[in-house]
């Protein structure tokens, strides 16, 4: 019987991987950049339109901002809080703009007497403790014989522009005065900002989040 020999096993050749597919170019934005010069005038307009619905501080307000939860407000003393500032605690369905003006149209006492100014009323010549608290202490709107109301210490025209929440909750005034064309909150600047919201329209936004 013949021997049959036995097949020699082959190589198989595997065809090449197939190339992988190449990633999907992003998505182009259907909106273009907006221009320097359009931004610019947004910036104009809107920051003009704050300037102008700004309340004086002094005036009953307008537009009311009532508050849902128990919250703080940060109250300055004097411009740009040289004078350190007052906290005072604001309960839910209080109107926040009414709240602050009331502060402000109390006629300020203690404060003051504590860091030497004369109280209303006092006769004598004036003491250099006393003279050195008046002068710290301006009055932008009248004279040291009168009761001092508080916000105659903020400025020649302090207004109410709006407020900014910090990070515990708590409102700050953001100040515009429109004599010195100043804007303050606290002891710090803020300017207005604007960006585009996503319908493409130009809002405002403050260097801090409200």
Known sequence: MAVVPKPEPEDIVLPPAPAPAPAPAPPKSSKPAPEPKTRADALKEISGV???????????????????????????????????????????EADLNQFVHGHYMEVMGAEREGAGARKAGAKGRESEKEKRAREEWPNYVAGEAVLAKRHEFLGPDPRVSGYKLDANGDYHIKWYDAFLKDHWVDDQKWDFDVRLDARGNWVEVDDDAE
């Open 50 to 92: 704050r300037r102008v619905t700004a309340w004086s501080i002094h005036r009953w307000p307008l537009e009311k901002r009532v508050v849902q939860e128990r919250t703080r407000v940060h109250l300055p003393r004097t411009y740009r809080a040289r004078h350190g500032v007052d906290v005072r605690t604001v309960f839910p």
